[in-house]
């Protein structure tokens, strides 16, 4: 079973809209999806391959907390009491990674058969954190064949 983990250095960015025009569709997050897509092809432990089968993810997004946030509340927000409940979606964010890194971790983002995601706040640098796992189902096959 492989197992990747990832530490992206990066403010989340949510995915967002499409513009249709009458003869055309433009992704105005093409360039944050670049951005992401370059950050995790640096990085050393990539798969060197896009992984296929069944796969699953979790992701943890950390955010700065907004500017008129009172001190008394920063460390609830550090320990993760207090999290963020406010625009963009999370599931906006999850989006994003998907469609950024088809080709890249997965082949395509239909072989995720599962997604954990968290938002957090940090007062450190912001973040994205990527876990992933692929199941070896292949090993289930063969045990089955050599039953038969």
Not at 24 to 36: A, F, G, M, Q
Request: charged share 30%.
């Amino acid at each position: 079973m492989a197992s990747f983990e990832f530490t992206v250095y990066t403010s989340p960015r949510p995915k967002k809209r499409p513009k249709v025009y009458r003869w055309s569709t433009v992704n105005p997050s093409e360039k944050d999806e670049k951005l992401l897509a370059g950050k995790i092809k640096s990085l050393s432990n990539c798969p060197k391959k896009p992984l296929a089968g069944q796969i699953s993810v979790d992701f943890k997004f950390y955010i700065n907390p907004p500017k008129s946030t009172p001190k008394w509340q920063l460390p609830l927000m550090e320990q993760a009491i207090l999290r963020p409940n406010k625009s963009p979606d999370l599931d906006n964010y999850v989006k994003l990674i998907l469609d950024s890194l088809n080709g890249i971790l997965w082949e395509d983002d239909r072989y995720i058969i599962e997604i954990n995601s968290a938002k957090y706040y940090t007062t450190d640098q912001e973040k994205i954190e990527i876990k992933m796992q692929q199941t070896n189902i292949s090993k289930y096959r063969k045990d089955y064949l050599e039953t038969k």
